[in-house]
């Protein structure tokens, strides 16, 4: 029997009415592409969560899981129908969707990954990370000092730490919207990379934060709450001791120390807006002050933030490798070179 076995595998097209691609359809499809890859990232996370749950004492309330879950199937399902029209397909539509169909799935995921991290309950590093930060020449004490001399500092830095997940949802509607198809669906996945991997580091150097670190009370600081801080203070205990086992999706929150997402938010949100010069021109400054809020909002040590940044840039160096390999023309490169086989008579 005579034939051919093609090895090229077929890829996403978005093609014109002739079947053409221009340029704008090279950055649909990278951009889908790079979303198909998010996808496959989550579902591994959520794998992992699943493992989890069937193999600890873990266990969620079903409720808030089914609802994000339905929400960003929802979200998906619009954004592949509009893709798949033939006559109303808008990639600023479709790739809107798409994101936040992602941002919708990850939040549970993620946030139940951080339990599980807490729950490893290796040694605390809080002394060893204090020590680090006085070996830098960075003394918490003095800087929250400082701010308590300047009181009308602390609305802008409370703002600026509390705008995470609005700067996040913003930039990722506003890319597609702008034309930036390959950069929003870059930002999800080094947010994504960047929050695993800051999970992944927490559950090997876990730490409560600065303030019990210090011995500091609520009264040291009267004008200011850090609620992030105190959340942590409140689960991360419970949850080593084995005492925390029910996970509500409305209760959880960010309780990793070391490294710092906020700090690893604030970078990616930077480079995210880079394209949009009108509007990184208001959230680079924004998020330089985020930083520098971290400490403070979050209990956080000087090295949590450094570190926060480090985990973000290398987010962002994979990311690029990442949609370097989801280009059009490197997965065409690549299908040229593989030669069909014959099969044998």
């Not at 809020?293 to 956080?300: F, I, K, R, V, Y």
């Not at 990442?322 to 040229?336: F, Q, T, V």
């Amino acid at each position: 029997m005579h034939g051919t076995i093609d090895m090229k595998r077929t890829i996403l097209r978005w093609p014109d009415t002739q079947g053409r691609l221009n340029l704008a359809d090279d950055e649909v499809e990278a951009a889908w592409n790079i979303f198909s890859f998010n996808w496959r990232l989550l579902a591994s996370a959520a794998g992992v969560v699943v493992a989890v749950l069937v193999a600890t004492e873990f266990y969620v309330e079903t409720m808030g899981y089914l609802v994000a879950f339905a929400l960003a199937s929802l979200y998906w399902w619009f954004g592949l129908r509009n893709a798949r029209s033939t006559t109303h397909a808008n990639p600023r539509i479709f790739l809107c969707l798409v994101a936040l169909a992602q941002l919708v799935m990850a939040i549970p995921v993620i946030l139940t990954l951080t339990y599980v991290a807490v729950s490893v309950n290796l040694p605390l590093q809080d002394a060893r990370l204090l020590a680090w930060d006085r070996a830098l020449g960075f003394d918490f004490r003095s800087f929250l000092d400082f701010t308590n001399h300047h009181r009308e500092l602390i609305p802008l830095l409370a703002r600026s730490y509390s705008s995470i997940n609005l700067q996040l949802l913003v930039i990722v509607l506003l890319l597609p919207l702008t034309g930036c198809y390959r950069r929003v669906a870059e930002t999800v996945c080094a947010v994504t990379l960047a929050i695993l991997a800051t999970t992944l580091i927490a559950a090997l150097v876990p730490a409560i934060g600065v303030y019990g670190a210090l011995g500091l009370q609520a009264s040291d600081f009267p004008q200011l709450v850090p609620q992030a801080y105190y959340d942590t203070l409140r689960d991360v205990p419970l949850v080593r001791g084995g005492h925390l086992h029910k996970l509500s999706l409305t209760q959880l929150s960010g309780v990793l120390t070391f490294p710092s997402f906020h700090a690893a938010s604030a970078i990616l949100l930077m480079w995210a807006c880079w394209p949009l010069r009108w509007v990184r021109l208001v959230v680079i400054p924004w998020n330089i002050v985020m930083m520098v809020a971290t400490p403070l909002g979050g209990g956080h040590y000087l090295v949590d933030v450094l570190a926060g940044v480090l985990v973000a840039i290398v987010a962002i160096g994979v990311t690029s490798k990442i949609s370097g390999i989801c280009s059009p023309k490197r997965i065409d490169a690549l299908h040229s070179d593989v030669q069909p086989l014959q099969p044998s008579r």
